[in-house]
């Protein structure tokens, strides 16, 4: 995922802003309130990190 394509999923409205501040050729989002990723939820990634943590029997 782009730069872009995240600023616009995550903060539609900056997004919009710097297409009008820098007068851009993209389209403009109609979306006003931020995706959430599941990535972005602590709890997710407590147990994303729990489960992929090496583990093994040590002899």
């Given at each position: ?20 501040c ?12 931020p995706v ?6 602590p709890?997710?990634?407590?147990f ?12």
């Open positions: 995922m782009t730069v872009g394509e995240q600023i616009e999923k995550r903060q539609p409205q900056i997004y919009n802003f710097l297409i009008d820098f007068d851009l050729n993209f389209r403009r989002t109609k979306r006003v309130k959430n990723f599941e990535e972005d939820d709890l997710f990634n407590y994303k990190n729990m489960m992929e943590k090496p583990r093994g029997v040590k002899l």
